[in-house]
């Protein structure tokens, strides 16, 4: 005898408006879905819906039923419900009783996740973004065995200080690139390289270590920082509440254009507003072109700016301040500043950004935030913008 039992789990409401947008059904959506292992609820809501990004707003709901979007296993089904008259998507869980009072169910799977966790992992807790010098007074390695160049896993190596009360493991990090705003040419922070981890076997002046993981070479001098609290795993997708727009940094993995499930960085950190889970359209940036056939005014603006050009000096971006013994100090990072539209000159055009793609952030730091691209229609490119999905 079987026995179905439903529990109706209420992710979806699809004639919801939000933020004055209607979500919408997907062309050629399916009746039902049958979760298989490697699924992700990004995946299967965007078989459902036009706009996936949207399915956790109206969770809202059914709050005190879902208190975690790592509700759905494999084996289960997802069904299009009609009969209200307002699409809803439900969830069907059937268990099998062998004889009365014995229920066997599943019990060694494990919950889909949000995105594919595999493919952001290495990023959740390294690289690390910091600002400039941040790592100066950070432990540092100060000697291997044997006066060794190169340290691997494995090796004993000593550190300048680590008091009794620090952590006993850390991870070893390098200063890499600096990452510059492309805008207002502004260093956002270094992006310090991961080498490996390391376990602390006796504190003092100078500690003791080993070298319990290698990713690349280990030298004296590379830095340590903390390992830290474990990393957030568990991301609900949703639009920013207010307006984020900024431009895309970097891409990950030796690409030179990304693709869905490739990792990019942008220039909007938390001082920003941006939080883990917010996701964002990622557009074409307009290139400035010169009018082909400018209009009269136009000449006439470009003459007359032509005619009134001086030229300037480059202003130097520094303070000058004393020391404590008296010398003048030259300080080239002068107070930060914000960035302002493009000013564009008289017969030049800049033609508007297209709409490529969608990201999701998964990790945030003050300025700067890492992404995983999650729908691409065209490649996307370092300096594309990124803005809000709507």
């Known amino acids: ?26 062309e050629g959506h399916p009746d039902r879905h049958v979760v298989v292992k490697g699924d992700t609820l990004w995946w299967i809501s965007a078989r459902f819906l036009k706009d996936p990004w949207l399915w956790p707003k109206v969770w809202q709901l059914n709050r005190s039923q879902i208190k975690n979007p790592h509700l759905i296993y494999p084996g289960d089904v997802i069904v299009l419900d009609l009969s209200s008259g307002q699409p809803q998507l439900k969830l069907l869980r059937q268990t099998i009783t062998l004889e009365p009072g014995v229920v066997v169910e599943p019990l060694d799977q494990a919950a889909i996740s949000t995105i594919p966790l595999n493919v952001i992992t290495p990023f959740l807790s390294q690289p690390l973004i910091i600002e400039k010098d941040q790592l ?26 680590i ?96 693709g869905p499930e490739s990792i990019v960085s942008i220039n909007r950190g938390s001082q920003d507003g941006v939080e883990v889970g917010h996701v964002l359209a990622i557009s074409r940036y307009g290139r400035i072109i010169k009018d082909p056939e400018p209009t009269k005014a136009d000449k006439e603006k470009a003459s007359k ?66 992404g995983l691209v999650m729908q691409a229609n065209e490649p996307i490119n370092t300096l594309d913008s990124i803005h809000n999905p709507y």
């Open 1 to 26: 005898m079987f026995r179905n039992i439903i529990t109706l789990l209420m992710f979806c409401c699809l004639s919801f408006n939000l933020n004055a947008q209607v979500i919408a059904l997907k």
């Open 136 to 161: 100066a007074e950070s432990p540092r390695i100060i000697a291997g065995p044997d006066n060794r160049v190169v340290l691997s896993t494995g090796t004993r190596v000593y550190i300048n200080e």
């Open 163 to 258: 008091e009794e009360d620090a952590d006993l493991n850390w991870f070893i990090y390098r200063p890499g690139d600096s990452l510059i705003d492309p805008d207002s040419k502004e260093v956002l922070g270094v992006e310090a390289t991961y080498l490996g981890d390391l376990r602390v076997k006796k504190f003092g002046k100078p500690a003791t270590a080993e070298v319990v993981k290698a990713k690349e070479e280990i030298f004296v001098k590379d830095r340590l920082v903390p390992s830290g609290d474990e990393v957030i795993t568990n991301f609900t997708p949703r639009a920013p509440e207010t307006q984020i727009n900024g431009r895309l940094l970097k891409i990950y993995g030796g690409l030179a254009e990304a």
């Open 305 to 370: 700016a032509e005619a009134n050009a001086k030229p300037k000096l480059k202003e130097l971006n520094f303070d000058v301040s004393s020391g404590e013994d008296g010398k003048t100090i030259v300080n080239f990072e002068k107070e930060k500043k914000e960035s302002t539209p493009i000013a564009l000159e008289p017969g030049y055009i800049k033609l508007p950004d297209e709409r490529v793609g969608l990201m999701m952030v998964f990790r945030v730091f003050d300025r700067i935030s890492y």
